[in-house]
């Protein structure tokens, strides 16, 4: 669990982070360099699930490769829903969810904190509109929950 102290506001206890894969942790099917390592860290304290639509069939093995579970998201069946869906099942106050594409926006709208990436794919207006925190890569979003000061210097109001 990472816990986030915000002024003004009660504590965040975060205890699962979903990760979008491509176009947020992957570019055209392969992992960022630096995302593997970052997760290593953080799975010691969060339950983290990579949830994709899995465009390039590389979910399984990135998953494996990086020890975390998947969700595997039904392409065409309303992505945006499964996906808010499985925040749900997991206790939105709880969860952190870090997309870019439009299928991610209601996920992180339904979890207690979103981040927005725009990366090399962009980002999607619509999630960029639901998310708490929008940042450029990958790594910066990650490292917010490495360094949990970070997500309190943004998130104060």
């Known amino acids: ?5 915000i002024s003004h ?7 699962y982070l979903l990760l979008d894969l491509n176009g947020t942790l992957a570019l055209d099917g392969m992992l960022i360099e630096g995302v593997s390592g970052r997760i290593a860290e953080l799975k010691m304290a969060l339950v983290i699930y990579l949830i ?4 390039h069939g590389t979910a ?7 020890g ?40 992180l709208k339904e979890a207690i904190l979103g981040v927005c990436v725009v990366g090399h794919e962009g980002g999607a207006s619509g999630t960029l ?3 708490k925190i929008v940042v450029t890569n990958p ?19």
Do not use: W
Request: glycine letters at 4%; hydrophobic letters at 45%; zero cysteines.
């Open 129 to 131: 509109a639901t998310a």
């Open 52 to 55: 994709s639509s899995d465009t």
């Open 68 to 107: 975390i579970d998947r969700k595997i998201i039904v392409p065409g069946k309303d992505e945006r829903k499964q996906k808010a869906a499985f925040v749900k099942a997991l206790g939105k106050t709880h969860v952190a969810a870090i997309g870019n594409g439009q299928n991610d926006a209601l996920m």
């Open 139 to 157: 790594l910066d979003a990650l490292d917010l929950f490495r360094f949990p000061k970070r997500l309190t210097a943004t998130l104060r109001k």
């Open 60 to 66: 399984k093995d990135i998953a494996f490769s990086l």
């Open 9 to 15: 506001r009660e504590s965040i206890t975060i205890k």
């Open 1 to 5: 669990m990472i816990t986030i102290d």
